[in-house]
């Protein structure tokens, strides 16, 4: 009995679902799951942060300790079913298949993240505060590629490498360009640039309008130029910005029109069977009535039409 029932969970079709339901969530179900397992994961980071280190009470270290424990529990759960499921894969269903599982990227992630959420619980029964930095690395399950913006960021990302490798270098040429200038027209005058370090640090700070305050020229011809810099220097960092959101616009029109072209084929598909079936049904009462008149000729101008 027992085995039957194995046996019939271990089937394809079960397989199928649960792989589904973890990694592909496409129904209210799925989406709710990996929602609430967000949520939970965001609770305790957030908790993490408002307590204060070292002067917890016990009480929130109990809570803290519950929560991970919950997360351990879903964790190695998801874990040991996504492996399990992952075999109805085809690229997965060879002898080889769960070591190739088992060394996917995802995979690790998980695995780490496991054992991540195990050392936090060792530790918070240990009574150790520093447990509790421990929490921050669950963030790394918010990075396994479940979600299709996160796949579309990285194909921007990767479709653009090199105009983004371009971008980058001219960034860097700037930065060291006006940093290597402030240094020689303020190091004189002024003590913030003492050394070519602070200036690009500097220009670093500048040029990406952070502007911590730390130094400003003091000169004429430093505050020329850095004012003649400024401009250019936000252009040259905002390339990546712009770069970037246009080919995620692309791949999300890509994605959009190809999604739009499925539901078209689809729709033809399903036409075209329904048109071969109605004429297929009209053929065999055809043969049926035994029509004489004209009969053969009908038909073949149905076959005809079925095939066009």
Known sequence: MYGSII??????????????????????????????LMLLISICILVTMCMAIGNGT????????????ICMIIFIIEYLLNVWASTVLPKYSGRN????????????????????????????????????GLRGFRMIHFFQYRFVFIKLLWESFWSERFQLMIAFYHCLLWIFSI??????????????FQSVANSVW??????????????????????LIAALAM???????????????????????????GQYQSILRLNVAASMLQNAWRIHRINVKLRNNCARINGPLLILNLTVLMHS
């Open 7 to 36: 046996y019939r969970l271990n089937s394809s079709r079960y397989k199928y679902l649960v792989y589904t339901f973890l990694n592909v969530p496409n129904n209210r179900f799925s989406i709710s799951y990996q929602i609430l």
């Open 58 to 69: 016990r009480t929130y270290y109990n809570v803290m300790f519950w929560l991970d424990l």
């Open 97 to 132: 298949g769960l070591i190739l599982i088992l060394f996917n990227p995802l995979y690790l992630i998980d695995l780490v993240v496991i054992g991540l959420t195990v050392a936090d619980v060792v530790l918070d029964i240990l009574w150790l505060p520093l447990a509790a």
């Open 179 to 192: 940093g290597f200038l402030m240094y020689f027209i303020e190091h004189a005058v002024n003590s913030y």
């Open 202 to 223: 500097w220009a670093v700070v500048t040029f990406t309008t952070v502007g911590y305050g730390y130094g400003a020229p003091i000169t004429v011809a430093g505050k």
């Open 231 to 257: 401009i250019p220097g936000i252009w040259f960092f905002a390339l990546p910005a712009g770069i970037i959101g246009a080919s995620l616009a692309s791949k999300c029109d890509e994605r959009k029109n």
